[in-house]
């Protein structure tokens, strides 16, 4: 299968051309990879998008969104942005259900499905990240909270979903910034569990993403796990040395 290597760069950085620095710099590094086997994305806040997006226009690499409207395409919604809007500036893919918007803007699984609905509607990739509390970790819920989480699929029409366009993305939230990662051990089982389920309930064999403190030291043993199919990063997407080291572990 593919591999996937995207950086989030969450609310950073601050200004737009240190953004136009960051994606020049990708746009050297991001020449190398085969993109038959490897995409790599990054995805700027909405605000930088145009200029990334313009910056690596003919490069492989794609550039996505954070998060698109639940709302309509175009309309009365102050403060939106739209997925078909995204698209329109070259956006191929947006992350949806990150922690960050379930934790500090109360995304449930009705608005995320929606959220599908029109990344899907303006043909964006959607990667759907889902990831249990340190709390259900240790209580060792983890496989019943991803389920729920990916159970949001249930209220999306099969016609309105595009499987093919579909990545999801597991992210423990107690592993998010804080420099610990589960055993690789533990990745295994999840990832192997997270197939399973979607295989069943949807017949779906959809690339499964791992994200939570990924960096330059530990990616090579991430991307040596079983049923690991890329990475979504976070602060180490903003460092390009170590991007570039995370890029060709999954190469
Ligand atoms: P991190 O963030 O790599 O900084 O832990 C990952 C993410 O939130 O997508």
Redesign the pocket.
């Known amino acids: 299968m593919k591999k996937y290597v995207i950086g989030?760069w969450?609310l950073n950085p601050a200004t737009q051309a240190e953004s136009l620095a960051l994606a020049q710099a990708l746009q050297e590094i991001g020449q190398k990879p085969n993109t038959n086997t490897l995409q790599v994305g990054c995805s700027p806040s909405f605000i930088h998008l145009s200029t990334v997006a313009q910056t690596l226009k003919t490069s492989p690499i794609w550039v996505g969104s954070q998060d698109v409207s639940a709302l309509g395409a175009t309309g009365a919604f102050t403060g939106d942005v739209s997925a078909v809007q995204v698209a329109d500036l070259g956006a191929k893919f947006t992350l949806i259900g990150?922690s960050?918007r379930r934790q500090y803007h109360g995304e449930d699984d009705k608005i995320l499905s929606q959220k599908i609905i029109n990344a899907h509607l303006a043909d964006l990739m959607v990667v759907l990240c889902i990831g249990e509390s340190l709390d259900e970790y240790q209580s060792g819920l983890a496989f019943n909270v991803l389920d729920k989480q990916l159970s949001v699929l249930h209220r999306i029409d099969k016609n309105q979903i595009n499987a093919n366009k579909l990545i999801i993305a597991y992210?423990p939230v107690w592993?998010?910034?804080t420099g610990l990662t589960p055993t690789l051990n533990e990745i295994e089982k999840i990832h192997t569990h997270i197939k399973h389920y979607l295989h069943t309930q949807y017949g779906a064999n959809l690339p499964i993403l791992y994200?939570?403190?990924?960096n330059d030291k530990n990616a090579h043993d991430i991307a040596n796990c079983q049923g690991v199919d890329g990475v979504?990063?976070?602060?180490?997407s903003l460092k390009i040395d170590s991007f570039s080291t995370i890029i060709q572990a999954f190469s």
């Open positions: 989030n969450k990150h960050e992210e592993a998010i910034g994200g939570g403190s990924v979504l990063v976070g602060g180490a």
